[in-house]
Protein backbone atom coordinates (compact mmCIF):
# COMPACT_ATOMS: atom_id res chain seq x y z
CA UNK A 1 0.00 0.00 0.00
CA UNK A 2 2.63 2.04 1.28
CA UNK A 3 5.61 0.83 -1.37
CA UNK A 4 7.21 3.11 -3.80
CA UNK A 5 5.52 2.80 -7.47
CA UNK A 6 7.99 1.04 -9.90
CA UNK A 7 9.02 3.32 -12.78
CA UNK A 8 8.03 2.60 -16.06
CA UNK A 9 9.84 3.16 -19.70
CA UNK A 10 8.16 3.63 -22.76
CA UNK A 11 9.35 1.31 -25.39
CA UNK A 12 12.23 -0.64 -23.02
CA UNK A 13 14.63 1.82 -23.33
CA UNK A 14 17.29 1.78 -20.41
CA UNK A 15 19.05 4.75 -21.66
CA UNK A 16 16.31 7.56 -21.78
CA UNK A 17 16.07 8.90 -24.93
CA UNK A 18 18.57 11.41 -27.13
CA UNK A 19 17.02 14.01 -29.11
CA UNK A 20 18.14 16.43 -31.88
CA UNK A 21 15.89 19.30 -32.52
CA UNK A 22 15.15 20.72 -35.57
CA UNK A 23 18.02 23.24 -36.86
CA UNK A 24 20.90 21.45 -34.72
CA UNK A 25 23.08 19.12 -36.83
CA UNK A 26 25.58 16.61 -35.15
CA UNK A 27 28.68 14.38 -37.58
CA UNK A 28 30.23 11.52 -35.51
CA UNK A 29 29.47 8.48 -34.04
CA UNK A 30 26.33 8.11 -31.86
CA UNK A 31 26.10 4.77 -29.50
CA UNK A 32 23.36 4.60 -26.95
CA UNK A 33 21.21 2.26 -25.03
CA UNK A 34 18.32 4.48 -25.00
CA UNK A 35 15.71 6.11 -27.91
CA UNK A 36 17.51 8.57 -30.71
CA UNK A 37 14.69 10.94 -31.57
CA UNK A 38 16.07 12.89 -35.05
CA UNK A 39 14.37 15.62 -36.54
CA UNK A 40 17.65 17.96 -37.16
CA UNK A 41 20.56 16.44 -40.02
CA UNK A 42 22.85 13.55 -38.33
CA UNK A 43 25.96 12.48 -40.38
CA UNK A 44 28.00 9.35 -39.59
CA UNK A 45 27.24 5.86 -37.57
CA UNK A 46 24.42 5.77 -35.36
CA UNK A 47 24.09 2.41 -32.65
CA UNK A 48 20.84 2.16 -30.73
CA UNK A 49 19.88 -0.43 -28.72
CA UNK A 50 16.29 0.53 -28.93
CA UNK A 51 13.97 3.02 -31.23
CA UNK A 52 15.74 5.32 -33.93
CA UNK A 53 12.94 7.99 -34.95
CA UNK A 54 13.77 10.26 -38.11
CA UNK A 55 11.27 12.89 -37.71
CA UNK A 56 9.16 14.50 -40.43
CA UNK A 57 11.91 17.09 -40.83
CA UNK A 58 14.63 14.82 -39.85
CA UNK A 59 17.62 14.07 -41.90
CA UNK A 60 20.20 10.84 -41.49
CA UNK A 61 23.32 10.10 -43.85
CA UNK A 62 25.32 7.10 -42.42
CA UNK A 63 25.59 3.57 -41.02
CA UNK A 64 22.46 2.58 -38.52
CA UNK A 65 22.40 -0.54 -36.73
CA UNK A 66 19.45 -0.21 -34.23
CA UNK A 67 17.10 -2.49 -32.38
CA UNK A 68 13.66 -0.42 -34.23
CA UNK A 69 13.33 1.99 -36.84
CA UNK A 70 10.71 4.75 -37.51
CA UNK A 71 11.18 6.87 -40.35
CA UNK A 72 8.95 10.13 -41.34
CA UNK A 73 11.81 11.95 -42.81
CA UNK A 74 15.04 11.35 -44.85
CA UNK A 75 17.63 8.57 -44.65
CA UNK A 76 20.40 7.85 -46.97
CA UNK A 77 23.15 5.01 -46.38
CA UNK A 78 23.07 1.52 -45.27
CA UNK A 79 21.10 0.43 -41.85
CA UNK A 80 20.53 -2.91 -39.77
CA UNK A 81 17.50 -2.78 -37.80
CA UNK A 82 17.25 -5.92 -35.85
CA UNK A 83 13.24 -5.60 -35.15
CA UNK A 84 11.03 -3.66 -37.34
CA UNK A 85 11.59 -0.98 -39.77
CA UNK A 86 8.46 1.53 -40.28
CA UNK A 87 8.54 4.04 -43.06
CA UNK A 88 5.98 6.70 -42.86
CA UNK A 89 4.00 8.04 -45.75
CA UNK A 90 6.62 10.67 -45.90
CA UNK A 91 9.68 8.57 -45.55
CA UNK A 92 12.54 8.82 -48.31
CA UNK A 93 14.89 6.59 -48.38
CA UNK A 94 17.91 5.62 -49.93
CA UNK A 95 20.06 3.06 -49.30
CA UNK A 96 20.58 -0.37 -48.65
CA UNK A 97 18.20 -2.16 -45.62
CA UNK A 98 18.53 -5.69 -43.70
CA UNK A 99 15.53 -5.91 -41.29
CA UNK A 100 13.29 -8.76 -39.98
CA UNK A 101 10.24 -6.65 -40.41
CA UNK A 102 9.00 -4.12 -43.13
CA UNK A 103 6.16 -1.63 -42.47
CA UNK A 104 6.14 0.37 -45.19
CA UNK A 105 3.52 3.29 -45.66
CA UNK A 106 1.67 4.22 -49.08
CA UNK A 107 3.39 7.53 -50.12
CA UNK A 108 6.87 6.15 -49.04
CA UNK A 109 9.60 6.28 -51.07
CA UNK A 110 12.46 3.64 -51.32
CA UNK A 111 15.28 3.92 -53.28
CA UNK A 112 17.63 0.59 -52.38
CA UNK A 113 17.74 -3.05 -51.55
CA UNK A 114 16.15 -4.81 -48.36
CA UNK A 115 17.16 -7.76 -47.12
CA UNK A 116 14.63 -9.53 -44.63
CA UNK A 117 15.97 -11.72 -41.28
CA UNK A 118 15.74 -14.89 -40.65
CA UNK A 119 16.20 -16.14 -37.52
CA UNK A 120 17.69 -13.04 -36.83
CA UNK A 121 20.19 -13.39 -40.33
CA UNK A 122 20.07 -11.81 -43.08
CA UNK A 123 19.27 -13.67 -46.31
CA UNK A 124 22.38 -12.74 -47.99
CA UNK A 125 24.26 -14.37 -44.70
CA UNK A 126 22.76 -17.29 -45.03
CA UNK A 127 23.89 -18.01 -48.69
CA UNK A 128 27.31 -16.68 -47.37
CA UNK A 129 27.05 -19.17 -44.19
CA UNK A 130 25.52 -22.09 -47.10
CA UNK A 131 28.52 -21.88 -49.15
CA UNK A 132 31.40 -21.64 -46.58
CA UNK A 133 30.33 -24.83 -45.43
CA UNK A 134 30.21 -26.91 -48.48
CA UNK A 135 33.10 -28.29 -49.45
CA UNK A 136 35.70 -27.13 -52.36
CA UNK A 137 34.38 -29.25 -55.45
CA UNK A 138 31.60 -30.68 -54.27
CA UNK A 139 28.83 -30.70 -56.78
CA UNK A 140 25.42 -30.08 -55.68
CA UNK A 141 22.46 -31.86 -57.55
Known sequence: MFGKK???RRGGATGGL???????SFQGD?????????????SGKISC??????????TVE?????ENMRVAGRFT???DVAGELRLESTAAIDGDLT???????DGAKLNGRVYMKQNGVSGERIQEMESESKPAGTITL
Not at 49 to 58: E, Y
Request: proline letters at 0%; one cysteine or more.
Open 6 to 8: KSR
Open 62 to 66: GEVNT
Open 77 to 79: GNA
Open 99 to 105: VAALDVE
Open 18 to 24: TLLMEGA
Open 30 to 42: LDTEGDIRVDGKV
Open 49 to 58: RATLIIGCDG
